[in-house]
């Protein structure tokens, strides 16, 4: 009959232990990205009363019961729509990576801000986001190592010199030897200054055009000749190299012409061209993230231009990872280490802009859980109980 005894009260531990993960599993059911804890029962050791045989089975008594295991159920939480550009919701398996001094650390609940200093962080804790930065050409290299990401408010982005100019559209075959057609060009130069160029174009003959470049003032820059043949394309002086000459704050500009793709056919005149290369200074006003987490930045001259992308992190077994508080998780030998040598979307799942997953606890499967713990609790106290007036009754036989 002790045994009963302490096998109750093994009863009555592991439902308290099964009450605990699910009333905290009720407090967080709107908690942003939390994941629902299960609790995995497991039989003692048995005792061995007589060995199996030949002829007979092994007679056993159980001594209770013991919490297995308390198991963090991964599985998708609802997406919520948010007002905040930065918040992303995570679709599929993954987890941001966060820097906690030397060590990192991971969350679903990827609710994001601006720290003073431009960083990305972690709202909640403070955090920093890491990922890949881009390349000053706006280029990402999932091949680097993870860094913090960050766009200051503010921060600029240096000018760009063009490094030529395109020309396309068509000329009127139907006009006379001698009529002209004026265009004119702004290019930028090193220190983001613009120029305006003007471009004179002469019709020569039935199959030949001659340009004529000359800088606003009418310093002239460069001239040549574009040839046509039957079917109005060009076969000749395609491609011409100009330079424009600068004061002494910046360099000369050497500019590629290109007139490979004018036509010449019977209709109006549209020739126009297009600097190419060439950026004005701008100053980061406004950022977003798109659904594989790249960070673009506008800038107030018009350029969006990708400024690095958040990492998203697997793991081989997720269920090992370790709870930290505040919606973080550790690695642990169980889990493995973290897999970010990959984008999202590459064998993982994907953000999801302006939206936050929200708890995934199940409320009518936690209260029907509940209520089983409740009366199981309840059958262990009486084991305990009737156990105890049987025990009662024995010592009564002495009186």
């Known amino acids: 009959m002790m045994r009963s005894l302490y096998a109750g009260v093994t009863g009555m531990q592991s439902q308290q232990m099964l009450m605990d993960v699910i009333g905290s599993n009720i407090a967080n059911v709107s908690t942003v990205g939390y994941k629902s804890a299960r609790v995995c029962f497991a039989d003692l050791l048995n005792q061995t009363i007589r060995g199996a045989s030949a002829t007979t089975n092994p007679m056993q008594i159980g001594t209770g019961v ?11 939480g609802s997406m919520q729509a948010s007002e ?3 918040d992303l919701g995570i ?41 890949w930065r881009a390349q000053a050409d706006g280029t990402i290299n999932i091949g680097t190592p993870l860094a913090a990401l960050r766009a200051g408010q503010g921060e600029q982005m240096p000018p760009t010199a063009s490094t030529g100019i395109t020309f396309d559209g068509s000329f009127d075959a139907r006009l006379a030897d001698g009529e002209k057609l ?10 983001g200054r613009g120029h305006s160029l003007v471009m004179e174009f002469t019709r020569i003959s039935a199959t030949q055009w001659n340009w004529n470049l000359t800088a606003q003032d009418g310093t002239a820059i460069g001239n040549g000749a574009i040839t046509f043949d039957g079917d109005g394309k060009v076969t000749a002086g395609g491609q011409a190299t100009v330079v424009v000459a600068m004061d002494d704050r910046t360099n000369d500009l050497p500019l590629n012409l290109d007139f490979s793709t004018i036509l010449q056919v019977g209709g109006d005149s549209s020739v126009a ?26 800038y107030d001259n ?10 998203l992190a697997i793991f081989a077994n997720q269920e090992g990872l370790e709870r930290k508080g505040n919606n973080l998780f550790a690695a642990t030998m169980a889990s493995g280490e973290a897999d970010t040598k990959a984008a999202a979307g590459v064998g993982r799942g994907l953000f999801s802009p302006r939206s936050l997953e929200m708890s995934n606890v199940d409320l009518s499967r936690e209260f029907v859980s509940m209520i089983i713990s409740q009366r199981a609790f309840q059958a262990n106290s ?12 024995v010592v009564n036989l002495v009186r």
Request: aromatic residues 8%; charged residues 20%; hydrophobic residues 40%.
């Open 66 to 76: 013991r919490v297995g295991a308390v198991n963090t159920l991964y599985h998708q």
């Open 84 to 86: 905040n550009e930065l």
């Open 273 to 298: 061209g297009y600097q190419i290369g060439g950026m004005k200074a701008g100053n980061l006003y406004d950022v977003s993230i798109d659904e594989k987490g790249i960070l673009y930045g506008i």
């Open 182 to 191: 004026f265009r004119e060009v702004t290019v930028i130069d090193g220190a």
């Open 302 to 311: 018009g350029v969006t231009r990708a400024l690095g992308q958040v990492a």
């Open 91 to 131: 679709v599929g398996k993954g987890f941001i990576v966060l820097q906690d001094g030397d060590n990192r650390l991971y969350t679903r609940a990827a609710s994001l801000s601006f720290d003073a200093e431009g960083y990305l962080v972690h709202t909640a804790t403070g955090l920093r986001v890491l990922g």
């Open 382 to 393: 009486r084991v305990v109980t009737t156990t105890d007036e049987l025990l009662q009754e």
